[in-house]
Every structure is written in structure tokens, then in C-alpha cells.
């Protein structure tokens, strides 16, 4: 399982993040689920990799529109249909994966409506196998001698063992945040360096150069960046990220220019088919600290990338994304800019994405589709599902 890097919890400052501005039309998605679902039904193999995807799915799609109880009780029906499906002792480990999903999404609902402890209790599996103790679901008790000897480093077992740390530290740690008990969150993140497998090193340390910056020690940040030496490629890349924005925020703009000049080059460099989504949210962002730092034309050439990238892998939200840069790049001549601007009118027309901007992407006339509402789709989960 990839993990999912720190930077996704960068504070929000000067910078104007565009990947946060692109939502998913309701109905529109609810008839794109609800078509996953029938397709999945008509093919061959195993049906239950594909349902959890789209309950998960479905989930989160209730849980956007505010309805808590519904996206709740979605979870609970795919806990209760792979208890049904599957004997405990029978799981394998991404049996596990797809029933402890809905759980860990059950306490995202309960961070949402700040039940924190709840939600630790969701959070926490890892904690209890490391200390013998039985992982306790709502429908289940789990001996945690069950997933216990799936803990490894091993192909067979790393992506169950990935899958647990990293939701454990992704949930408390925002819960740290959230809460603004910011030395506790590093406290908490100098713990897991002790006990979690070696290549979580690169993840932990950018946890902990995070909540330095959320303490506001851009000085103990950069001493952090300077003394630690990630392994991975990509964790590099991202520690240049944040130097680069310590330096902004310490207001040393001259060493921040030179960070993100350096990021921006190690990026137009990477292979373009790199569908690892943390990494095109940091080329999106590293456009943006570029503009604030009065480097346009890195700016637009990373924009650029992102958007023939996009055309190559068919990702509709980040062409959009990625369109939207070039429509409001300073290196854009005026007709450049125009059509970049109506490029993306087209897309978001014919996808299940909005913009909540002004004009001219606000009220975008949608061209007609399928009229399907969520109802429609948690009934159909309600038929098939709940026996």
C-alpha cells in the first residue's frame, strides 16, 4: 500500500490550493456508482473487491451531503456482509483490509462530529494487536492473535501491516491537529518511531516536521530537514517541499525561491504516467508556492506537465485542475488564457465535477445526463446487500 505522505496536512497559508475546489456533482457520481455496482454484478471473479470499493464509495458520498447516520449504517452493512460471506478464521489479509475499511471510516464520521475518543477507538487496531489486546467492531470481536500473524514485512502481509500503521497515525495525528494539541502530536509521532517498521521512518519524520509547523518552529523544522536524510525519491522531493515553505513562512525569500526553483526542475524531470495521487497534488501545489514566490514560468511549465499528464493517464479532476492553473497563469497570453478558461468549461460539462468559484465557473450549465439521486443508490445497496 502506498503511504500517504504528510504534506497532504499542510497548514493552510498564503497559498491558494486549487485541489481543494473541485467537488463531485451528487447525482451525477450517485449514477456512476450505481452503474460500478451493476457492471461489477455482470462480470467474472470475485465481486466482493469491487462492492467494498463502491460501499466505501457510497459511504463517503453520504457522508459529504451531511448524512452522517446513513453513511454510517452504509458502513455497518458491509462489516455485517463480509461477516456473513467470510469465517473470521478463514480471512486473509485483504479480507481483513475490506472489513476494517468501513471501520476506520466509522471513525472519520465520529472525528467529523469531534467524538474523539470514539474515534480513536477506530483508529487504534494496530495499538491493540502490539498490545495482545482483542480488536472490538460494533458486529465482531477479532482475537488479535488473527491479524497478529499477518503483521510482516513480507508481500504476503505488508500491505495489511501498511494499511493499519498508517491509518492509526493519519487518525490521531489529525485528531492532534484538530484539537491544536500540537506538542502532544509530536509526542505521539516520536512513540510510533519507536515501534513501527523501519520504512515508515521517511512519513514519521515528515509527521514530525508538520507539527513543528503547526507549532509555528519554522526554526526546528529546518533543523529537521537538514539533519534527516530521507530514503525514497518521493520523500525527498517532498522534504524540498517543505523547506521550501518553512523558508516562505520564516520569510527567508530568497532560500525559498531557491528550494522550489529546485523542486520544480526534480519534478519536470519525473516520469510522467506517475499516478501516485499525493505526488500530483504536490506538483498542483509547488505550481502555487511558485506564483507566490515570483517564479511564473516554473509555474506554468509544472502546470503544464500536470495537464498533458493528465490527458495521458485520463484523469478528468486533475486536467481540470491542472486547466484551471493555465487559465489564471501570468505566462498565459490573453487568448491563451480564454481558451485554457473555456477548456475547462468543456470538461467540467461533460464530468461529475464543480467548481464552487466565481464566474465564470460557478453556474456552468450541465449538459444532460443521467438523473439519478442517492436515494436511487442506497436502495439498490439496501436490496443487495442487507439479507
Known amino acids: 500500500m502506498t503511504q500517504i505522505p504528510a504534506t ?6 498564503p ?129 488479535y492473535q ?50 513501527s517498521p523501519e520504512r515508515f521512518m521517511d512519513l514519521l519524520v515528515e509527521c514530525e516536521i508538520l507539527m513543528m509547523e503547526y507549532m509555528g518552529r519554522c526554526d526546528m523544522a529546518l533543523r529537521m530537514l537538514s539533519s534527516y536524510r530521507p530514503k525514497s525519491v518521493m520523500s525527498k522531493l517532498f522534504f524540498l517541499y517543505h523547506r521550501a515553505i518553512n523558508y516562505f513562512i520564516g520569510g527567508d525569500r530568497g532560500l525559498a525561491q531557491n528550494s522550489a526553483e529546485r523542486l520544480a526542475g526534480y519534478l519536470l524531470k519525473v516520469v510522467k504516467d506517475h499516478n501516485f495521487v499525493e505526488f500530483k497534488k504536490l506538483v498542483l501545489r509547488t ?35 491542472f486547466g484551471l492553473g493555465l487559465s489564471k497563469s501570468p505566462e498565459s497570453q490573453e487568448q491563451e488564457s480564454r481558451d485554457w478558461a473555456e477548456a475547462v468549461l468543456d470538461e467540467i460539462a461533460v464530468s461529475s465535477y464543480k467548481l464552487p468559484l466565481g464566474p465564470p465557473y460557478k453556474d456552468i450549465k450541465k449538459r444532460p445526463g443521467y438523473d439519478a439521486s442517492f436515494q436511487e443508490l442506497n436502495q439498490y445497496i439496501l436490496e443487495r446487500f442487507v439479507s
Open 8 to 13: 497532504a496536512w499542510i497548514p493552510p497559508g
Open 15 to 143: 497559498l491558494l490550493h486549487l485541489d481543494e475546489l473541485v467537488h463531485r456533482n451528487i447525482n451525477d457520481w450517485s449514477q456512476e456508482l450505481l452503474q460500478s455496482f451493476h457492471e461489477a454484478e455482470e462480470a467474472d471473479g470475485d465481486y466482493s473487491s469491487d462492492a467494498c470499493t463502491y460501499l466505501n464509495q457510497t459511504a463517503l458520498l453520504a457522508s459529504l451531503q451531511g448524512k452522517l447516520p446513513e453513511a454510517n449504517t452504509l458502513c455497518n452493512i458491509q462489516i455485517k456482509w463480509l461477516l456473513q460471506k467470510y469465517a473470521l478464521e478463514d480471512m486473509e489479509p485483504v479480507d481483513f483490509i475490506r472489513m476494517f475499511q468501513p471501520w476506520i471510516n466509522q471513525g472519520r464520521l465520529h472525528y467529523v462530529q469531534r467524538h474523539y475518543g470514539k474515534a480513536i477507538s477506530h483508529f487504534n487496531m494496530i495499538e491493540r494487536v502490539r498490545n495482545e489486546k482483542p480488536i472490538e467492531l460494533e458486529h465482531a470481536h477479532i482475537d
Open 146 to 195: 488473527l491479524v497478529k500473524q499477518f503483521i510482516s514485512d513480507d508481500e504476503y502481509g505488508a500491505e495489511l501491516t501498511d494499511f493499519l500503521y498508517i491509518n492509526y497515525i493519519d487518525g490521531l495525528l489529525k485528531i492532534y491537529i484538530k484539537t491544536m494539541k500540537f506538542q502532544e502530536g509530536l509526542a505521539f509521532i516520536r512513540r510510533q518511531k519507536v515501534y
Open 287 to 321: 505550481a502555487g508556492l511558485c506564483l507566490n514566490l515570483g517564479l511564473p514560468t516554473a509555474a506554468h511549465q509544472l502546470y503544464l506537465l500536470g495537464y498533458e499528464w493528465s490527458l495521458t493517464l485520463k484523469d478528468q479532476r486533475y486536467k481540470i485542475l
